[in-house]
């Protein structure tokens, strides 16, 4: 876990030091993004979803959940500062996120290790990297259901990789589910939009 003292603009020089890092998941890679499988021992399943858009206007809704996972809206959105070293998501694209008050910030590096991209299903999966406060896996993913309704749903295996993760780890627990609620109001903010334009 890194702690740094810096501005949102300084975190570029961070992105060629853990590019050059490999992937540290500790999970089989798309892991997370297996609805209901076991997590592996030691590790934490979360996976919450929210339906964005319905009707006559879910492909527009799907459309603008797909752009605001895959453009790292739901990350900026959520109110993270993300570096990236693709502007869409890819696999190989290595992204560093900070989260913090004033020049406080804490990094999570962490690597895209599988994309999809249809009409029908879009999103991403990243891998932490060593550096990143947890162990694990994300997804982010848009599907279409059979009868047209748009679900945003973000799940993860994860487990506290830092000491000091691993001493709070209940209240990383809790900040880790307010932070997946924040992915989804900002998906359904971005969803919602495209509808109303």
């Known amino acids: ?8 603009a300084s975190l570029g020089p961070a992105l060629p030091r853990c590019h050059a890092l490999p992937a540290d998941s500790g999970v089989p890679v798309g892991a997370s993004g297996q609805p209901g499988a076991a997590a592996p021992a030691g590790f934490h399943a979360l996976w919450r979803s929210a339906a964005v858009g319905a009707g006559d206007r879910a492909a527009g809704a799907a459309r ?4 605001c996972v895959l ?3 739901v ?23 900070a989260i913090g008050i004033g020049r406080l910030r804490l990094l999570a590096p962490c690597r895209i290790v599988a994309v999809e991209e249809s009409p029908e299903r879009s999103g991403f999966t990243y891998a932490t990297l060593p550096g990143h406060p947890e162990q694990g896996e994300e997804t982010f993913m848009i599907t279409r259901a059979d009868d047209g309704t ?5 799940s993860s295996l994860s487990r506290p990789a830092a000491l000091a993760a691993r001493i709070g780890a209940p209240l990383a627990a809790r900040a880790q589910r307010a932070v997946v609620g924040r992915y989804l109001a900002a998906i359904a903010r971005a969803a919602d939009a495209a509808v109303h334009r």
């Not at 603008?64 to 752009?67: F, G, L, N, R, T």
């Open 1 to 8: 876990m890194r702690l740094t003292l810096s501005s949102p």
């Open 64 to 67: 603008a959940a797909a752009e």
């Open 71 to 73: 453009t790292y809206g």
């Open 75 to 97: 990350l900026h959105d959520a109110g993270l500062v993300v570096t990236a070293t693709a502007p869409r998501a890819a696999v190989g694209v290595t992204l560093v996120q």
């Open 150 to 154: 748009v679900w945003a749903t973000v």
